[in-house]
C-alpha cells in the first residue's frame, strides 16, 4: 500500500503481533494541520482490523466513545482552528497477545484552563460550555439558572464569538450524552457536571463594587454587587453561599502557634477579588477535567497484568503555536513539541545516522538541524527558564519584569534566546522575550508568567469547597492539607510530565504521521506552497527523505534474523552451531542476493528493499507446515514414551514400598526428639503463663508496668524475656506518647530539634514554654500598632504567619546597639522600630540563611548568617527578658528552613565570630567584623563593646 494513514496504522498493528513490542505513533504538525483527526482515523481502522466478540466490541465502543467527550471538555475554537485540542494526549489501545483490544490508558498534558475566563477576540472558550446551553432541555436550564444565549455570561461574551460554522453545538452535545452512558457515567454524575459547568458560567457574572466605607484602612475594599450570582454558584455547587462570599472578598491569615495561634481575615481589593474569582473557575474546570480522564481510565482499563499486554500509543499533543499575544500556555505548547521534534531527530536522521557509523556501514553523512540547544535552554537545571521561573516564584513580591531581567542576566549572549534589552531588532516589546525554535521565532509576553505558574488556590477557597455536600465535588475538592511543603509549579510539573511522556515513546517502536497545513483560510483545495515549504523544511523531512533513500529499510540483530528465517536454509536448520553473523551469512548465500540488496555491520544485518524482506516471509510461510508435520511426529513419539513411563511407575511404587519399611524407623527415631520437644514447650508456656498473670492488670497501672516484677527465668526462657522486655518497653513508650495532646505533641517535637542543638553545648531552660509571640501581648502599649503593621505586610508580601517575634539588641552595620523588635515569619526576618513597628529595611528571607552561630556560654548573643546580598543579623536576645528565648529562636529558623526550603541550616558554638551586617543591595560585598567573647572582672553582664577597625568585642564577668 503506498503511504496513507490506513497503512501506517496497519503496520504499526501488524508490527506489534509480529514483534510483540509495543508501538507508538507520533502524530504531530501546527495547530489545524489535522492531528486530532488522524488520531480519530487510526483508532477507527485499528478497531476494524482487530477481533469481535461481545467484551471485545465493548471495549471497542468505550475507546470510541471517549473522544467526544474529551474533545468536548478540552478543545476549542481558534483563529488557526474551529477544533483544536487546548490539551496534550497520549492514549494507549491496549491488546491481548492475540491482537485483540482489551483496554485502554489515556494520559493528558496541560489543559489549557486559562482560556475558562479570557480568549483572543474571534475565539471561543471549550465546546462544552456551548453545547450545553444549545443541547440541554428547558427543564435543565431552568435547574441551572441558565439562558439560552451564550451572550449572556462575562466568561463567553469576551470574545465576541458565539458559534462556529463547522460545528454542530446541539448535535455534539447529545454525542457527549451517549458516550457518557456508553462510559458508565452515573445520572448523579452527569448532573453534577452540569451544575460544575453552570456555577463556572455564574461565577463569570459575579461583579464586585468598592465599598463606601473601606473595611480596613489603606485598602480599597469591594463588596459584591450581584449576590444573586454568587447564590446560584453555591447552590449548584452545594456549599454555603456566605462562607463562598467570604472567600470572593477575604483572605485569612494566621499568626502564632498552639494557643497563641490566631487567625485575621484581611478584606481583598477589587483586583484580588478578581483573581480569586477567576482562580476558582479555572480550578473547577480543570479538577473536573481531570476528573473525566481518570473515570474514563477506570471504566477502559484492562484487567491483564501489564505482562500479558501489548499497546499502540496515539500521541495527540497541541501543535506549534504562535500567536499575536504568546503568553506560558504557548511557552509550554512549544517547549513540547521542541520535545517531540528533538525525538525525531534523535529516533530517525541521528540515530540512524549513527547505527550506520558505529556498525561500520560506509556513510556520507547528511546535515540537519538539532535542536537540542533549545530544549537545554529550556528545561535545564538548574539555569533553564523553568528553573529560574520557580525560583522567581520563591521570592516573596517578585514580578514578571523581575523574572525577565534574570533572563536577560543569564541569557544575553544566547544564541535562540533575544529580549528589548538585548537584541538589535526592536519589535520585541519591553516585557517580552523572543526564542529562536525550530519552527520560527515566537516573541512570549511575560506577564502572568509567575501566576499562571505558582497555580494555587487560596486556602480559604479550599476549605469552603471541600465543605460540599456533592459527592463528586467533594472528591474534586478534599479536605485542606496543612502541609508547609511547596506545591510543585506548573512548569515544573509539565516538564516531569514530558521527560516520562519521552521515555515512554522512546520504550516503543515509533511510526510518524506529519500533519501538513496547506494553508491559514481553513479551506480545501488551496495550498499556500511557500506555507508547506515552510513546514516541511522546518519539520526535517528533507533531511529524512534523504536520509531513508540512502539508507536501508530494515535492520535486525543476528540473533533475530537468524532465529527468523533459518528455517528458510537447510544447513541453518534445525541448529546452526556457528555464529549468528555466519548463519546470517549462510542464509544470504544461498539465497543469492545481490551484494547491492544488503549490508553486514557488527551487530546487525541491513536489508536495503522491502521486497527483499518480503521475500523472506514468503520463503519462510512455505516451510511452516513442512515444520508442523515435524512437530506432529514428534508428539506422537512422545506419547509412546509416555505409555513407557507408565510401565516403570509400577517399578517405582514397588521401590518406594521398601523406602516406606525404611523410614519407619526413622520416625521412631523422630519421636524421641518431638518428647523433649514438647517438654522445653510446656516449660516455655509455663513462663508465658506467669508473664501474662504478672502484667494482666498493666493497662490500668499509673506506671504502666515499670514497677512490676518480672517472673524468675526457666532454663531456655532466656532468649524469650529479652524479646518480651523488648516488646512490653516499646508498647509502653506508644501508650505514654498517645495519652499527649496534640499541642503537647507539637512541643515535644520542637523540644526535640532544640535538645539534638544544644545539648552538651550551650546551657538553655528546657522547661521553658515556647510562645512564639512576645511582642503581641497585653503588656506592650504598641500592641495595636503592631497588629496592624502585621496585617498590612501579609497583605502585601507572601507571609502568613509569625513564628517568632521579641524585643532585641540588634548590632548595626556601625557597630552601634539598637533596640528592635526581631520578627520570624515563615518566609522571612523583619527588623522593625519598636516605636511605631515599621520596617527599618526589608526582609531578609528564610531561603538566604546560610548558618547559625552561639557562644557556649550563658548568654543570649546570636548570630544568623546570610548569604548575598543579605546581610547577618548579629542580636542579644536576653537584654530586655529574664527568661532565655535564644533556643526558641533558633529552633524556629533551623525547622521552618528545613521543612520549607529544604535548607540544613549549621549551627555552631564558638567564641570568635566573623560577621557581614553591612551589606546590601547596592553594596553586595559589605564589610566583615569579628566579634570575641571575652571575660572581664569588672563587667556584671555581658556587654558589646566597639572596638579598634573592624574588631568588636563582647566582656563577660
Known amino acids: 500500500m503506498p503511504p496513507h494513514i490506513y497503512a501506517l496504522a496497519d503496520d504499526s498493528y501488524r508490527s506489534m503481533l509480529q514483534y510483540k513490542m509495543n508501538q507508538c505513533i507520533i502524530i504531530s504538525g501546527e495547530s489545524g494541520a489535522g492531528k486530532t483527526e488522524a488520531s480519530k482515523i487510526i483508532m477507527q481502522y485499528v478497531s476494524f482490523v482487530s477481533g469481535s466478540g461481545k467484551d471485545i466490541n465493548r471495549v471497542k465502543d468505550q475507546l470510541l466513545s471517549s473522544n467526544p467527550i474529551l474533545e468536548a471538555f478540552g478543545n476549542a475554537k481558534t483563529l488557526r482552528n474551529d477544533n483544536s485540542s487546548r490539551f496534550g494526549k497520549y492514549m494507549e489501545i491496549q491488546f491481548d497477545y492475540a491482537g485483540n483490544p482489551v483496554g485502554g490508558l489515556i494520559t493528558v498534558y496541560l489543559l489549557e484552563k486559562s482560556r475558562v475566563i479570557t480568549r483572543a477576540e474571534g475565539e471561543r472558550g471549550f465546546h462544552i460550555f456551548y453545547q450545553l446551553l444549545a443541547g440541554a432541555t428547558e427543564q435543565q436550564l431552568k435547574e441551572l439558572q441558565l439562558k439560552k444565549s451564550p451572550e449572556a455570561y462575562k466568561y463567553l461574551s469576551t470574545s465576541k464569538c458565539y458559534s462556529v460554522s463547522t460545528v454542530n453545538d446541539q448535535k455534539d452535545w447529545n454525542e457527549v450524552k451517549t458516550a457518557m452512558t456508553t462510559l458508565g457515567f452515573s445520572e448523579a454524575q452527569q448532573t453534577t457536571i452540569r451544575k460544575t459547568i453552570a456555577a463556572i458560567l455564574h461565577l463569570g457574572n459575579v461583579e464586585f463594587q468598592a465599598d463606601t466605607v473601606p473595611k480596613a484602612q489603606g485598602i480599597d475594599t469591594v463588596h459584591v454587587a450581584n449576590p444573586d450570582e454568587v447564590e446560584a454558584a453555591a447552590k449548584l455547587l452545594g456549599v454555603n453561599a456566605e462562607f463562598l462570599t467570604a472567600a470572593l472578598l477575604f483572605r485569612s491569615v494566621s499568626t502564632g502557634v498552639g494557643k497563641r495561634l490566631s487567625s485575621y481575615g484581611i478584606p481583598l481589593d477589587h483586583n484580588s477579588a478578581i483573581y480569586v474569582r477567576d482562580a476558582l473557575a479555572k480550578g473547577l474546570y480543570e479538577r473536573l477535567f481531570l476528573w473525566l480522564v481518570s473515570h474514563i481510565n477506570t471504566k477502559i482499563k484492562s484487567s491483564l497484568s501489564t505482562t500479558e499486554i501489548l499497546s499502540i500509543g496515539l500521541l495527540d499533543i497541541y501543535g506549534f503555536e504562535i500567536f499575536q499575544k504568546n503568553s506560558f500556555e504557548q511557552f509550554c505548547i512549544n517547549h513540547c513539541n521542541e520535545k517531540l521534534q528533538q525525538v525525531f531527530i534523535e529516533l530517525t536522521l541521528k540515530s540512524e545516522q549513527e547505527e550506520y557509523v558505529r556498525e561500520g556501514i560506509e556513510w556520507t553523512p547528511v546535515k540537519y538541524f538539532d535542536n537540542k540547544t533549545i530544549c537545554e535552554l ?89 465543605q460540599s455536600t456533592d459527592s463528586l465535588m467533594s472528591t474534586l475538592f478534599p479536605p485542606v492539607d496543612d502541609s508547609k511543603k511547596r506545591p510543585e509549579t506548573a512548569g515544573s510539573q509539565f516538564r516531569t510530565a514530558m521527560n516520562s511522556l519521552i521515555d515512554t515513546l522512546l520504550k516503543c517502536q515509533p511510526h510518524y504521521v506529519r500533519c501538513i497545513k496547506p494553508n491559514d483560510l481553513k479551506k480545501s483545495g488551496n495550498m499556500d506552497e511557500e506555507r508547506t515549504r515552510h513546514q516541511i523544511r522546518y519539520l526535517g523531512l528533507v533531511e529524512n527523505v534523504r536520509v531513508r533513500r540512502a539508507g536501508f529499510a530494515n535492520r535486525q540483530e543476528y540473533k533475530r534474523f537468524l532465529h527468523r528465517y533459518k528455517m528458510t536454509t537447510p544447513s541453518t536448520w534445525p541448529t546452526w552451531k556457528g555464529s549468528d553473523r555466519s548463519g546470517v551469512e549462510e542464509i544470504i548465500k544461498h539465497h543469492k542476493l545481490p551484494s547491492d540488496e544488503f549490508r553486514l555491520g557488527k551487530t546487525k544485518v541491513f536489508i536495503k528493499n522491502p521486497r527483499t524482506l518480503f521475500m523472506f516471509e514468503e520463503k519462510r510461510a512455505e516451510v511452516l507446515p513442512k515444520i508442523m508435520i515435524k512437530l506432529q511426529a514428534t ?68 506506671t ?82 503592631f497588629i496592624s503593621v502585621m496585617q498590612k505586610m501579609f497583605l502585601s508580601g507572601g507571609d502568613t504567619r509569625v513564628l517568632f517575634a521579641d524585643f ?32 527599618t529595611k526589608g526582609g531578609i528571607p528564610l531561603s538566604s540563611v546560610s548558618g ?76 566583615d567584623f569579628q566579634l570575641k567573647f571575652a571575660s572581664d572582672a569588672a563587667i556584671k553582664v555581658p556587654t558589646f563593646k566597639k572596638g579598634k577597625g573592624t574588631q568588636n568585642f563582647v566582656y563577660y564577668s
Open 808 to 839: 532585641v539588641s540588634k548590632i548595626n552595620s556601625k557597630s552601634a546597639a539598637q533596640q528592635r523588635a526581631l520578627v520570624v515569619t515563615d518566609s522571612n526576618i523583619y527588623k522593625q522600630d519598636p516605636k511605631n513597628y515599621k520596617m
Open 704 to 785: 504502666l508496668g515499670k514497677t512490676t516484677k518480672w517472673p524468675p527465668v526457666t532454663p531456655g526462657s532466656a532468649r524469650a524475656e529479652g524479646y518480651l522486655i523488648l516488646i512490653w518497653r516499646k508498647w509502653r513508650a506508644e501508650r505514654m506518647v498517645k495519652s499527649l495532646s496534640e499541642e503537647e505533641t507539637s512541643i515535644i517535637k520542637q523540644k526535640i530539634i532544640t535538645y539534638d542543638i544544644f545539648h552538651g553545648k550551650k546551657p538553655w531552660n528546657a522547661p521553658r514554654k515556647f510562645e512564639a509571640d512576645y511582642v503581641d501581648v497585653e503588656s506592650n502599649p504598641n500592641r495595636k500598632k
Open 378 to 466: 529550556i528545561e535545564k537545571k538548574p539555569m533553564g527558564i523553568i528553573s529560574l521561573l520557580d525560583e522567581s516564584c520563591l521570592i516573596a513580591n517578585s514580578s514578571d519584569q523581575a523574572f525577565l531581567e534574570k533572563l536577560d542576566k543569564y541569557f544575553a549572549k544566547h544564541d535562540h534566546y533575544e529580549s528589548f534589552l538585548t537584541a538589535k531588532d526592536k519589535t520585541i516589546k519591553s516585557g517580552e522575550f523572543r526564542l529562536k525554535h525550530y519552527a520560527g521565532d515566537v516573541s512570549y509576553d511575560v506577564s502572568g508568567f509567575i501566576d499562571k505558574n505558582k497555580d494555587t488556590l487560596w486556602r480559604d477557597v479550599l476549605v469552603v469547597m471541600s
Open 852 to 927: 547559625i552561630a552561639l557562644t557556649g556560654r550563658s548568654d543570649g548573643w546570636v548570630l544568623v548568617r546570610c548569604s548575598a546580598p543579605h546581610p547577618d543579623v548579629l542580636v542579644d536576645l536576653g537584654v530586655f527578658s529574664d527568661n532565655e528565648k535564644f533556643s526558641e529562636f533558633v529552633t524556629v529558623i533551623v525547622s521552618q528552613c528545613r521543612s520549607v526550603f529544604g535548607n540544613l541550616v549549621s549551627v555552631d558554638f564558638s567564641d570568635n565570630w566573623t560577621y557581614n551586617n553591612a551589606r546590601s543591595a547596592k553594596d553586595n560585598a559589605g564589610k
Open 635 to 702: 508428539w506422537r513419539g512422545y506419547w509412546q514414551r509416555m505409555q513407557y513411563k507408565k510401565t516403570r511407575a509400577a517399578h517405582n511404587i514397588q521401590s518406594a514400598w521398601r523406602g516406606y519399611k525404611s523410614g519407619i524407623i526413622y520416625i521412631k527415631n523422630q519421636a524421641a526428639f518431638l518428647i523433649q520437644l514438647k517438654w522445653r514447650s510446656y516449660k516455655a508456656n509455663k513462663y508465658m503463663s506467669s508473664v501474662i498473670s504478672s502484667f494482666q492488670n498493666v493497662k490500668s497501672d499509673p
